[in-house]
Structures are given as structure tokens and as C-alpha cells.
Nanobody
Framework: QVQLLESGGGLVQAGGSLRLSCAAS????????AAWFRQVSGKEREFVAS????????YYADSAKGRFTISRDNANNTVYLQMDRLKPADTAVYYC???????????????????WGQGTQVTVAS
């Protein structure tokens, strides 16, 4: 099992940027397909973006396209989410998640991912 630790959340003004990091440890990072989700209290967890273990493919929710960029540094076992042009609607707890598999299938369901971090709060002020 891979342990995940998110960082980089905080308070930012609308239109600003934040970069979230997800540091992985424990099991091998190889073949670890990663994703970012977000959740507002009282609502379901929502898919944001995912990246193949090779870094060679990515997939975004419509709400993230053109503003967010997911990337990874396999040498340092870290996944990133660069968030630009932030909006108040982006306010949520952001979670890093992953599943170890050769197959990357653009899955957006939280139940598909079996490794999760504790989350980091992102608040965008208007």
C-alpha cells in the first residue's frame, strides 16, 4: 500500500494560483496511477484530474480543463496539481489518490482508487 501526504493548500484570492503536492511513500511508486479529487462538506467527492504512472497520459474534469495541470516526478515519488485562475467554486478539500496498475483507464470513480491521502484545504476568496 502506498501512503500519500498532500501539501500546498491554503487561502488564495480569486484569479490566483496554488500548487498542490502529493508525496508518496511505503510501496513502490512504479505503476502508480494517480488522481486528484476534491470534496465540499455535505457533497460527494468529485474527480479533478488523473495521470498515468508513466506520466504519458492525463485526464481532466471539465471544471479543471484549461486551468489545472497534473504532473508527476517519479524520481521523487511526487504528484502535483498546478491550479491557476482559481475561482470560489474551487474551494474544497483536495485529496490525492492512486491505484497501482499497468492499466491506466481514465477512471473517475473514487471507489476505483485504493490509496488516499488525508486531504488539504483550498479556499478561494472572492
Amino acid at each position: 500500500q502506498v501512503q500519500l501526504l498532500e501539501s500546498g493548500g491554503g487561502l488564495v484570492q480569486a484569479g490566483g494560483s496554488l500548487r498542490l503536492s502529493c508525496a508518496a511513500s511505503g510501496a513502490t511508486f512504479t505503476r502508480f496511477n494517480a488522481a486528484w479529487f476534491r470534496q465540499v462538506s455535505g457533497k460527494e467527492r468529485e474527480f479533478v484530474a488523473s495521470i498515468k504512472w508513466t506520466g504519458g497520459a492525463t485526464y481532466y474534469a471539465d471544471s479543471a480543463k484549461g486551468r489545472f495541470t497534473i504532473s508527476r516526478d517519479n524520481a521523487n515519488n511526487t504528484v502535483y496539481l498546478q491550479m491557476d485562475r482559481l475561482k470560489p467554486a474551487d474551494t474544497a478539500v483536495y485529496y490525492c489518490a492512486g491505484r497501482t496498475s499497468f492499466i491506466y483507464n481514465f477512471n473517475t470513480a473514487p471507489a476505483y482508487y485504493n490509496d488516499w491521502g488525508q486531504g488539504t484545504q483550498v479556499t478561494v476568496a472572492s
